[in-house]
């Protein structure tokens, strides 16, 4: 993360990339590029956290990927959100709906 921007909280970085490629496909920059598109900025998510990452959640079965050419005609792995990758990002988007509610309602008692 740079300067100004805020460091991702533990767990949220699945979530950002579940919801991030959709139900469209991208490689690692394009992932990279739309988690900080989608979050005006915010985040940044660097190759280090990113890949490593990406490698887990096709592990999991959330991810499935293939080899195909970039926009600037440099090959490049696609990742695509599969089935079970779609329940995760309701169950995780639920998990978090529910965390944030609970952290304003804390936040609003002080």
Not at 71 to 81: P, V
Request: hydrophobic content about 35%; cysteine-free.
């Amino acid at each position: 993360m740079g300067e100004g921007k805020t460091n991702l909280l533990q767990g949220t970085l699945d979530l950002l990339i579940l919801k991030a490629i959709g139900d469209t496909e991208f490689h690692g920059l394009g992932i990279s590029r739309r988690i900080e598109q989608i979050t005006h900025g915010t985040f940044r998510v660097k190759p280090g956290s990113l890949f490593p990452a990406l490698h887990r959640m096709e592990e999991a079965g959330w991810l499935t990927s293939f080899w195909g050419d970039s926009e600037n005609n440099r090959r490049a792995k696609f990742y695509r959100r599969t089935k079970a990758g779609e329940r995760q990002l309701r169950i995780e988007t639920q998990e978090w709906t529910t965390i944030t509610r609970a952290i304003a309602n804390a936040l609003k008692a002080m």
